[in-house]
């Protein structure tokens, strides 16, 4: 069980809590509280492959000795991502909101590194800048987002990024400081100063506290699998001192973790380490807390040199194919630790398993309801029917593209799939058949209200009212809230969906709009969708090799449209052709794209889009995978 999340029913996302509980504050009395569990398990055969086939049925889990019962078993796996010369995304990263939208992408890892500065020798920063910068190069994909911290970094300023230039430059500034004690910074004059023993322990307390923090910030960008990679030759447990109890401990860091699904994967470049205690030496060896941070966040600790290719290569493996199972648990805010155990019955197989996770406490729970609510400090300026919640549906698949509007607005369209279910689940939720979608734009007009039904491909042309299965509605580029509401084909409510998205300007020289694909499972689909300008995009980026795909593309520049060019690229990013591109047939008109996938073996491609002309160029890149 890689790792557990326990969230509020009442809450849309996981919440920053005090590190501790404070010992002098009054607590409100335990109360039964229903929570989400979420669980992420790595499951690997006798060669250490994982195993991807894994049906809801094959499944048992245990909390606190009682077995529970799965509402949700999916498969998160991340493949490798090209290599263009380009950056895949070249939306920069930022805001808070920014890096939210970027995060919620499944088609990335989360990986965090403290650089702990102050427990590196100056002789061993050279290799941590070598091995963490082909670690950035060469095992993260561009896709994947980084965040670098150390230890008296701002904690204001934390935010993952894809920007190559700013992960190395962090690197390339760290220089390891243990054992020297002159200060550098005001701070460093005026918070850590003294002998040389009180200087450790103000230290240990500063790299902790950072350590917790890169924890929470991580942990609150998705229910995923996170990473955070700690690079020190060990942290002594902070001595408690009169004053501190707020501040965070070893003990607090783990629970972080566990609470956020982030594991702590513990890097001694001083290595090789001591085995255990000195004799008579009673106090834990620094070496034995970086144990104790992987061990408790099923991460791992590298204390004794070997392989730093294969170390790192390991952390990118387990952040890569894993089952998220949720559950709902019964149980009293008492912020007691609560044991789960998973099982898998297929025989042969191996599973990695925290040992669980740690309930609220009441004040925490409390705190939880009031985010979840809006009643933060500020109150909300949302309509009421836009006040809810954020929060991601597992049962629907949207899709959403960006064309110039009218007015120097965006249009933007909106379609929406079942999600794939695990073969063999049992949920009594029935598939959901239609959206009723509710759009509040940049403006703080409403620009959309109406029902949306599933998008699904060449049966759309059967329908009395195809318009239905897609939204398009023109806001200005800025956020944009959507509120769904996820009916069954009763048109009963069995889901939400409530999310932000944002919505960039087009108004560029040479601009690219999103591509959207269409898709075509026999001769009289294409004759219709090519006939057709308007036909339905689908959300779906997996398709069979007896179908064939129209990619349509919106391009813009000055004087008229722009050369656009495409080339299909392999996995790891190589060229394999250049494809044909048909101009627009009428004015406004998009790019098109006709991709038979008869010819494709089994596996993930990319096509990569360009468009220039005097002005200017653009690029965007297009991922789907081709089964059999």
Known sequence: MRALVAIGVAASAAVVVPAVRPAATAQPAPTARISVVRVDVLVSDARGRPVENLQPSDFAIVENGVPQALDTVRFVKIGRAPQPKDDVDASPIRSEFDEQEQAARADARLVAILLDEYHVSAASTDRVRDTLTHFVDHDLGPRDLVAVLKPLDSLLTIRVTRDRDQIRHAIDTFRGRLGEYEPRTAFERNFIAGAPAKIEQVRTQVATSALNALVVHLGRLNDGRKSVVLVSDGLARPMRRRGGESLPTIDAVIRSANRYNVSIYAIDPDAPASEGPAAGNEAEPAVDTLRALADGTDGHAFVHGGNPDGEFQQIV?????????????????????????????????????????????????FVTDMLARGNGPAPSTLPPEFDVPRRTSPLIRPWFGLSRGAGGQVRVTFVWEPATRVPGDRSRVGPPARVELKVLGPDGAQAFAGPVLPATGSELEHRADPATARAVFDVPPGRVRLVMAIEDAGAQQIDSDVREISIRDLKGAVALGTAEVLRIRTARDFRAVDADPDAVPVAAREFSRTERLIVRVPAYAPGGPPRVAARLLGRSGQALRDLPVAPPRTEGGFFQVDLPLAAFAPGEYFIEISASSPAGEAKDLLGFRVTN
């Open 317 to 365: 493996d387990d952040s890569s194919a894993y089952y998220l199972l949720a559950y709902r648990s019964t149980h009293v805010e008492d912020g007691k630790f609560r044991e789960v155990q998973v099982r898998v019955t297929r025989p042969g197989v191996r599973v990695r398993a925290r040992k669980g996770y740690w309930a609220l406490w009441p004040d925490e729970a």
